[in-house]
């Protein structure tokens, strides 16, 4: 695990990382345009590190849950919660948004999902079967 900082929408977050898990491009523009009213219920799907959790928590979202079927993605988004400090931010092993409670209901969903074309499964945080739009 190695650690960085990253700035986005003017919030310096402390991202935890490692070699098959971090924030890139699509991070980057999802990070820029997301939006969170306060108080909002958020969760992000195939969060990766978390970083964009750790966004909508600072952003003022009430209760963000951070879900991904990689334990060592969500090993690294608890890390990235705990060092910027956001106990709102509840991470889940899991697929999409099973386990999330569906009531009440939630207000935004971010996501950046795999979407290369790999019809073998290289990255489970990148490949997206044949197309690339297997999960999209
Ligand atoms: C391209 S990475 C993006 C990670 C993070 N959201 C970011 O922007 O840095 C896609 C993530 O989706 C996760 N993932 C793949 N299939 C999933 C599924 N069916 N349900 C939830 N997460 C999934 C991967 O483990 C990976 O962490």
Redesign the pocket.
């Known amino acids: 695990m190695r650690l960085r900082t990253v700035r986005l929408q003017g919030h310096d977050l402390v991202e935890a990382f490692d070699g098959a ?1 971090r ?2 491009h ?2 980057r523009f ?1 990070g820029a345009h997301v939006r969170v009213l306060p108080g909002a219920r958020a969760a ?6 978390g ?2 959790s750790c966004l909508m928590a600072r952003l003022g979202a009430g209760e963000v849950w951070a ?4 334990p060592a ?1 969500v090993a690294l988004a608890d890390e990235g919660a705990r060092r910027n400090d956001l106990p709102q931010v509840r991470t889940v092993v899991g ?2 948004l099973d386990g999330v409670p569906a009531d009440p209901p939630l207000d935004v969903v971010a996501a ?3 979407q290369k074309p790999s019809p073998a499964a290289f990255s ?3 490949a997206g079967g044949e197309d690339g739009a297997d ?1 999209l």
Not at 44 to 49: A, D, M
């Open positions: 898990h924030s890139d699509a991070t999802v992000e799907i195939g969060c990766g590190t970083v964009l879900m991904d079927v990689d993605a697929n999409l950046v999902m795999p489970v945080a990148y999960l």
